[in-house]
């Protein structure tokens, strides 16, 4: 059953922040009546900080949009809620997600994305492999995961990137033992030790080696090289096509609160435990310390999403009738908007690689 949480903005922050954002209550009753109201639903992790900063922070009021944020567990769960029409806009991974979404008909488009890495053709900062040391795991030989019961969740990037760990160090995955566990889940399982590795993404990550102390296995975390790992704001490209003006004022949102998010890790977490059940502050400063909040789309990117869509298809993880192209990806209209005219937003990120050989994080 799919999890899906409306999440209402807080009393106490709107209290606290109103006078200085001009949120809800403080917009005039005839505005009030013109906000357009869109529904965004994101995934319950670290990726989506930028949405929920962009609520608190009132980004999204100034542009005259109310957004009602909705979690759920993973980027299949929101494409079919975006099939289903319970939100016009979701938040996904522009490579896996999307390229497993289009090979099924389900005609999603990236639109803005906000985690980013762009001077790298693949990075997944947010990822991780993370094993116990009692089950005879060491980092520094590979081969002892081979055979080993790993939590993973089936068809997410995480899985991809374990796969691709596993490719790379030529080891046999079919030789494990892949159960899989929702990400929330992933801490506790491998703490009481009913699995003896997992493949998180953030916060988990930085929860569960906080939590196994000594005897956590820090195997993969935060690798290039082994999956395009982009995360953004998408939607049906025939929608996209008719929504432009309204794309372009969320994703001036969004731009703000990728810029906020990179210049105030500690604010940002702070929003992030308001809407993560459970969430631990200093968890999520850490994990925070391993993601890339770059919205630009450089040739890196647009190379390392077409590759890894078409090794998810060599792989044999989806099936396609034909090569994928950027243009399957994402559609960059709104964002060339954004960045010509709130150049503010994009001013402390450094210059973007003009061609494939000066990009990082070659996939292997």
Not at 73 to 83: D, E, I, P
């Amino acid at each position: 059953m799919r999890r899906i949480r409306a999440v209402p903005l807080h009393l106490a922050a709107l209290c606290a922040l109103g006078p200085v954002l001009g949120l809800f209550s403080q917009v005039p009753e005839a505005r009030a009546q013109e906000m357009k109201e869109v529904t965004f639903i994101v995934v319950n992790n670290l990726f989506s900080t930028p949405a929920f900063v962009a609520v608190e922070n009132g980004y999204w009021t100034t542009q005259g949009l109310n957004v009602k944020i909705k979690l759920t567990s993973s980027g299949r769960q929101v494409t079919q809620s975006l099939q289903a029409g319970e939100a016009q806009l979701g938040h996904a991974a522009l490579s896996t997600t999307t390229a497993s979404a289009r090979a099924s008909g389900n005609m999603l488009k990236g639109v803005m994305a906000y985690y980013n890495a762009a001077e790298f053709i693949a990075k997944a900062g947010g990822r991780a492999i993370i094993a116990r040391k009692d089950r005879g795991i060491d980092a520094a030989n590979p081969m002892t995961m081979e055979g080993k019961k790993i939590g993973y969740l089936k068809g997410s990037t995480n899985d991809v990137y374990l796969r691709a760990w596993f490719k790379r160090e030529k080891l046999d995955i079919s030789k494990s033992e892949l159960i899989n566990v929702p990400v929330e889940n992933m801490p506790i399982t491998l703490v009481q030790g009913q699995v003896d590795a997992v493949a998180p993404w953030e916060p988990y990550t930085a929860q569960v080696v906080r939590e196994l102390g000594p005897n956590a296995v820090v195997v993969s975390r935060g690798e290039a090289s082994l999956v395009s790992d982009i995360i953004g704001v998408v939607a049906h490209e025939s929608w996209i096509g008719k929504n432009y003006d309204l794309l372009e004022k969320f994703s001036v949102g969004i731009a703000q609160a990728a810029q906020f998010v990179r210049q105030n890790a500690k604010g940002a977490a702070e929003i992030d435990s308001r809407y993560l059940d459970g969430l631990n502050v200093t968890d999520a400063i850490e994990a925070l310390k391993w993601l890339s909040w770059d919205p630009r789309i450089s040739v890196c990117t647009s190379e390392g999403l077409v590759q890894t869509g078409n090794d998810m298809v060599k792989d044999g993880l989806i099936k396609m009738n034909r090569p994928f192209t950027a243009d399957d990806f994402y559609d960059d209209t709104v964002l060339k908007r954004v960045m010509e005219k709130q150049p503010q937003f994009f001013s402390d990120l450094p210059p973007l690689p003009k061609s494939l050989t000066e990009c990082k994080g070659r996939l292997n």
